[in-house]
T-cell receptor, first 115, second 114 residues
Framework: KAGVTQTPRYLIKTRGQQVTLSCSPI?????VSWYQQTPGQGLQFLFE???????NKGNFPGRFSGRQFSNSRSEMNVSTLELGDSALYLC??????????????FGPGTRLTVL | EDQVTQSPEALRLQEGESSSLNCSYT??????LFWYRQDPGKGPEFLFT???AGEEKEKERLKATLTKKESFLHITAPKPEDSATYLC???????????????FGGGTRVLVKP
């Protein structure tokens, strides 16, 4: 079974630009979550999408947004990039069932560098 | 606000030298506690989920345990390939909505020397 895939793997942008990252979850998984990982702040939750609806949101500014398509693939967008947005952006997918089946499986991440 | 603290930040072990990693947490109703392993430049790899105090899970040289306030990840007779950052995360029960938000600790960097 294929894992979570993320594209692109590496990205270099300049301040003020905007960027779109893509995530394809494990087949059959309907929940997709996005996380930002930096050396200073560690792994922080951005938002979660389930059945094309944002179900949860972390404490990030409105420049960070996302969406989910009917095939469960998800994109996240960052507008007006700042130097501090340089990070590893991780996508995680999980099965829709409640109870002891809600493990999240992570993709390899997209390394974003803002110059 | 949910909080997760991991200690130590870094751990250097000789091959075969067993040790334990600590994960202390504060959460408004624990739905699950998760352990992940992360290698440099890669996404976290799922290891275990623990749901209730007293629960234990094992996988090869790793054993995770859970109490009401903390979790331990025991590494028995580690090998160099066990070198990685180990991450602990909690998922809180949500009253109004379902969801999969994870709150992570800062991680423990483990280096096992041959």
């Amino acid at each position: 079974k294929a894992g979570v895939t993320q594209t692109p793997r590496y990205l270099i942008k300049t301040r003020g630009q905007q960027v779109t990252l893509s995530c394809s979850p494990i087949s059959g998984h309907r929940s997709v979550s996005w996380y930002q990982q930096t050396p200073g702040q560690g792994l922080q939750f951005l938002f979660e999408y389930f059945s094309e609806t944002q179900r949860n949101k972390g404490n990030f500014p409105g420049r960070f947004s996302g969406r989910q398509f009917s095939n469960s693939r998800s994109e996240m967008n960052v507008s007006t990039l700042e130097l501090g947005d340089s990070a590893l952006y991780l996508c995680a997918s999980s099965a829709p069932r409640e109870g002891p089946y809600n493990e999240q499986f992570f993709g390899p991440g997209t390394r974003l560098t803002v110059l | 606000e949910d909080q997760v603290t991991q200690s130590p930040e870094a751990l250097r072990l000789q091959e075969g030298e067993s040790s334990s990693l600590n994960c202390s947490y504060t959460v408004s109703g624990l739905r699950g506690l998760f352990w992940y392993r992360q290698d440099p430049g890669k996404g976290p790899e799922f290891l275990f989920t623990l749901y209730s105090a007293g629960e234990e899970k094992e996988k090869e040289r790793l054993k995770a345990t859970l109490t009401k306030k903390e979790s331990f990840l025991h590494i028995t007779a580690p090998k160099p390939e066990d070198s990685a950052t180990y991450l602990c995360a909690v998922q809180a029960r949500m009253i109004k909505a379902a969801g999969n938000k994870l709150t992570f600790g800062g991680g423990t960097r483990v280096l096992v020397k041959p």
